[in-house]
Nanobody, 121 residues
Framework: QLQLVESGGGLVQPGGSLRLSCTAS????????MGWYRQAPGKQRELVAR???????NYTDSVKGRFTISRDNAKNMVSLQMNSLKPEDTAVYFC???????????????WGQGTQVTVSS
């Protein structure tokens, strides 16, 4: 059974920082891309940042220069360092990973349960 568990959300004032982490567990042979998405109330889920297994990254324009995605392949972990947070960053943040389980030839797009990030004074 594949599982992604996020941590690190919370309430922060504008201009503050938070670090989100996500660890994948289960019968995992390989993980390709890992990423963070977010969904604000009344809005569609959107990609925030994504990182490939080789370390290539891409970010949505609104977070460039403020957020940094990184991963630890040995720990099946992806992190998102969020600096200079703004109220418009308020959302539920979801971890995503493309996982190849042991004994499978099919990749699975797996999601975490989400963690709330609230930026407010």
């Amino acid at each position: 059974q594949l599982q992604l568990v996020e941590s690190g959300g919370g309430l922060v004032q504008p201009g503050g920082s938070l670090r989100l982490s996500c660890t994948a567990s289960g019968s995992i042979l390989s993980i390709n891309a890992m990423g963070w998405y977010r969904q604000a109330p009344g809005k569609q889920r959107e990609l925030v940042a994504r990182i490939t297994s080789s370390g290539s990254t891409n970010y949505t324009d609104s977070v460039k220069g403020r957020f940094t995605i990184s991963r630890d392949n040995a720990k099946n972990m992806v992190s998102l360092q969020m600096n200079s947070l703004k109220p418009e960053d308020t959302a539920v943040y979801f971890c995503n990973a493309d996982i190849l389980p042991f004994g499978s030839v099919r990749w699975f797009g797996s999601w975490g349960q989400g963690t709330q990030v609230t930026v407010s004074s």
